[in-house]
């Protein structure tokens, strides 16, 4: 049996058959939709990138903020970071940045040890190997306010309560000396 193209029938609110181009009248809203929606605006543009360096001899975090374009000192670390971008507050939170780190020791000529992209999220997925020190990236700094996520973590720990527990159930505590 062979079946012809036929355009599709539908019908009016009267009842009576229209003939349609197999567009979905329902779906195509550009002839009844008079909203107008503002262009989201464009991003901010970042002037620097906020990292946080390690020394693994001493254990020794520091924050490092490395404007764009710009090298800076970490030890014996030079780190210049190329550009850095963070998605949207609608997305699923990520920053990236493009680094270029360099190490001059002492009585040394100076060498590259990384040049890439690292990812705040998954530090370990393009990070730098170095015997001494370790960098990964925070967040993006740009001079718009209320755009950089908080570098300091939260006070405390959170409290879990298990969902078993009744509403007049102690929470658990821990031992003497357990806490420090």
């Not at 670390?77 to 190329?82: D, G």
């Amino acid at each position: 049996m062979a079946v012809a193209a036929v355009p599709a029938l539908a019908q009016d609110v009267s009842g009576s058959p229209v003939a349609t181009s197999g567009a979905n009248p329902a779906s195509d809203n550009s002839a009844t939709d008079n909203t107008q929606t503002a262009p989201a605006p464009p991003p901010a543009k970042p002037v620097a990138v906020v990292l946080r360096g390690l020394d693994k001899i001493t254990g020794r975090a520091t924050d490092i903020v490395a404007p764009i374009d710009k090298p800076v000192q970490f030890a014996t670390l030079t780190i210049t970071a190329r550009t850095c971008y963070s998605t949207p507050p609608t997305e699923p939170p990520e920053t990236t940045a493009f680094l270029q780190i360099s190490d001059k020791r002492p009585g040394q000529a100076a060498k590259q040890v990384f040049s890439g992209w690292m990812f705040a999220s998954t530090p370990s997925i393009n990070g730098m190997e170095h015997p001494l020190y370790d960098v990964w990236v925070i967040t993006c700094k740009t001079n718009a306010p209320g755009v950089v996520a908080s570098v300091t973590p939260a006070k405390g720990p959170a409290k879990v309560v298990s969902p078993n527990a009744e509403a007049d159930e102690p929470a658990p505590s821990l031992p003497e000396g357990a806490g420090q």
